[in-house]
């Protein structure tokens, strides 16, 4: 029983991969210059989530200030991406 049933959870993972090959497939894939701002986006984000951590866990004042021009500045390049993308 245990065998039967571990050669049908092979097939569903094997059905599975071939569904997502095929859709992979299918889907245009992206452009250089898509693919660069994508992940330039991406990096900007992942540093707003940085400073922000940073900043919910500092105690000095001067670093909250530092850290506060920064999410304003990473906030005025996402925007600056989302305008021209």
């Given at each position: 029983m245990a065998r039967g049933f571990e050669s049908k959870s092979?097939?569903?993972?094997w059905?599975?991969?071939?569904?997502e090959?095929?859709?992979?497939k299918r889907k245009k894939p992206e452009d250089r210059e898509t693919m660069e701002?994508?992940?330039?986006?991406?990096s900007i984000e992942l540093?707003?989530?940085r400073v922000e951590r940073e900043l919910a866990e500092?105690?000095?004042d001067r670093r909250r200030e530092q850290l506060?021009?920064?999410l304003a500045h990473l906030d005025a390049e996402l925007?600056?991406?989302g305008d021209s993308g």
């Open positions: 092979v097939q569903s993972q059905q599975d991969a071939e569904v090959r095929a859709a992979r701002r994508r992940k330039h986006r991406e540093s707003r989530r500092t105690k000095s506060r021009a920064a925007k600056r991406i």
